[in-house]
């Protein structure tokens, strides 16, 4: 399979704990999204890499949020003391650079649980 | 800012019959708009995109749009529903005006297809 991978599918943690989530684009994409989607809602722009450059971030993206893209491929996103309102689906995309209208390849998402 | 609307919370069909799902969009400069279907406990799968050109858009598993300028529209459809098109819905628009050309999602429309 080609297309955007992300790890773990499920997270269940306890509240003031910190977690990671791992997306991994597909290989020739250089540019890569993190949305966040709660339930009943479309999803909502957190932050975009081109290459291993974090370009934007969106004020949804609180100083507990923090993304990296190391080596231009894989990037995590990591969120640090969770809160319950951190609970939603973590999806992850990546396009390709060489147009402005190039549709996003989403992964399965990772759902987070915070108890 | 550019934003979409999704009027219909949920469209029911019948099986057999023609669908569509509305979608009406508000930017400042050309659109640039996009249908993604997500189905349970999955990513978003793109579907199709208008970017210039024809107004009639032609698609993944059959679906179409129709764009509208004067409408300010681009509803989604089909000739001939399937069970198997009962699924969650999203249009969304290309923020192109920036440097990341993220989406901007709609809220989402449920589709349920009645055999």
């Known amino acids: 399979d080609t297309g955007v991978s992300q790890d773990p599918r499920h997270k269940i943690t306890k509240r003031g704990q910190n977690v990671t989530f791992r997306c991994d684009p597909i290989?020739?994409?250089?540019?890569l999204y993190w949305y966040r989607q709660t339930l009943g809602q479309g999803p909502e722009f957190l932050t975009y890499?081109?290459?291993?450059?974090?370009?934007?971030k969106s004020r949804l993206l609180s100083d507990r949020f923090s993304a990296e893209r190391p080596k231009g491929s894989f990037s995590t996103l990591e969120i640090q003391r969770t809160e319950q309102g951190d609970s939603a689906m973590y999806l992850c995309?990546?396009?390709?650079?060489?147009?402005?209208?190039?549709?996003?390849?989403f992964g399965p998402g990772t759902r987070l649980t915070v108890l | 800012a550019q934003s979409v609307a999704q009027p219909e919370d949920q469209v029911n069909v019948a099986e057999g019959n023609p669908l569509t799902v509305k979608c009406t969009y508000s930017?400042?400069?050309?659109?640039?708009l996009f249908w993604y279907v997500q189905y349970p406990n999955r990513g978003l799968q793109f579907l199709l995109k208008?970017?210039?050109?024809?107004?009639l858009v032609k698609g993944s598993y059959g679906f179409e749009a129709e764009f509208n300028k004067s409408q300010t529209s681009f509803h989604l459809k089909k000739p001939s529903a399937l069970v198997s098109d009962s699924a969650l819905y999203f249009c969304?628009?290309?923020?192109?005006?920036?440097?990341?050309?993220?989406?901007?999602f709609g809220t989402g429309t449920l589709l349920a297809v009645q055999p």
């Open positions: 208008y970017i210039t050109g024809d107004n």
């Open positions: 930017v400042s400069g050309n659109p640039y």
């Open positions: 290989s020739e994409h250089n540019r």
């Open positions: 890499f081109q290459n291993e450059a974090q370009l934007e």
């Open positions: 969304a628009v290309s923020d192109y005006g920036g440097a990341t050309n993220k989406l901007i």
């Open positions: 995309a990546s396009s390709l650079g060489n147009g402005d209208y190039n549709e996003q390849f």
